[in-house]
């Protein structure tokens, strides 16, 4: 099988090299002949230098590639790409149309919208930068908090490492979830992690749109997460009644004043789970919510996971081993 990927300029390393090597590891388990064969393509064929800085030498341009491919990835650049060339939109119709399925990674939805490949069909893309594919390509159904989605012959992943997530979903669909398990083994990665996107946001992001008012207000909340935040208190401490402000935050930030408490509170707690290890009914109290089980269902509604899961995955330990359960030492 081909699997051909385009990169972009300035493009994430590891975008490239996590489908590649999950993709090796698959060959080397494969013994009937349908192993996998990769071309990494750019638009002239010459060496190259990622975001990061390291240089790396494609296989081809796009007037020399070999095909047809089997399967067409566009990786992403860091940040937002360039609308790409005439040529590489041609070039990628054309690979698109003689491919069995074709995708983006991260931001490489934006190069593939720009060719309209994805008009009508359904896609993910970094959490950064989703609301603006939404806004830019109205005609694309943007799913911001999957981890991947597949709409037919086209599929589409968030940021960076997502493209792993990504490589797996096409071993299994080509050679069943024993393959897909035994290569996610082989790399020490999750075959399906849970949850989606938002909880690897470093932080929330309706936080940074606010403005005027809502200064003095997202900091009073930060500062104190245990006070009375009802909205009550909340427009009291910038002098507006209760209705007006919550007017002013479905207008400012699409939310109402007691969704963004509950988001900053949750917030919170994510930075304690990863930088301590308090016993999660101390982090629930600290973070301002009445008791762990409220900071477990509010986990699960804004993140998808549970604060333990979220603690296995993500606190920084010496030793690398997770605690559970997060009944260590007390919250400073």
Request: some cysteine; charged content about 20%.
């Amino acid at each position: 099988m081909l699997i051909t990927i385009f990169a972009p300029n300035n493009v994430h390393l590891l975008e490239i090299a996590g489908g590649r090597d999950a993709l090796f590891e698959a060959n080397c388990k494969i013994a009937n002949g349908q192993s996998y064969n990769v071309q990494l393509v750019t638009e002239d064929g010459f060496p190259a230098e990622s975001a990061s800085g390291v240089r790396f030498l494609p296989d081809a341009g796009i007037a020399d590639t070999f095909g047809p491919s089997d399967t067409l990835i566009v990786a992403g650049s860091y940040g937002l790409p360039q609308t790409p060339s005439e040529p590489v939109q041609r070039w990628l119709r054309e690979q698109a149309r003689q491919s069995r399925r074709f995708g983006s990674i991260c931001t490489g939805a934006f190069v593939l919208a720009d060719t309209g490949l994805l008009s009508g069909r359904s896609v993910t893309t970094h959490w950064e930068y989703a609301d603006r594919l939404a806004a830019k390509f109205p005609e694309i159904q943007v799913q911001a908090d999957r981890i991947f989605v597949r709409d037919g012959p086209v599929f589409s992943s968030a940021g960076v490492a997502a493209a792993i997530d990504l490589t797996f979903s096409l071993i299994e669909e080509d050679h069943g979830r024993a393959l897909a398990l035994w290569v996610a083994r082989r790399l020490v990665v999750f075959l399906k992690r849970p949850g989606g996107q938002s909880q690897f946001s470093a932080a929330l992001t309706v936080q940074t749109g606010a403005s005027g008012p809502f200064d003095r207000i997202q900091l009073h909340i930060l500062e104190y997460p245990r006070a009375d935040l009802g909205v009550s208190a909340l427009a009291a401490l910038v002098g507006l009644n209760p209705r007006t402000l919550t007017r002013l935050f479905h207008s400012a930030l699409d939310t109402s004043p007691a969704a963004y408490v509950e988001l900053t509170r949750v917030d919170i707690a994510r930075g304690l789970l990863e930088d301590s290890r308090s016993p999660i009914k101390a982090i629930a109290h600290a973070a301002g919510f009445g008791s762990s089980a409220t900071l477990r269902r509010a986990f699960l509604r804004r993140i998808g996971v549970t604060p333990a899961e979220y603690r296995s995955r993500f606190r920084t330990s010496g030793s690398g081993a997770g605690d559970q359960d997060g009944n260590d030492v007390p919250l400073s």
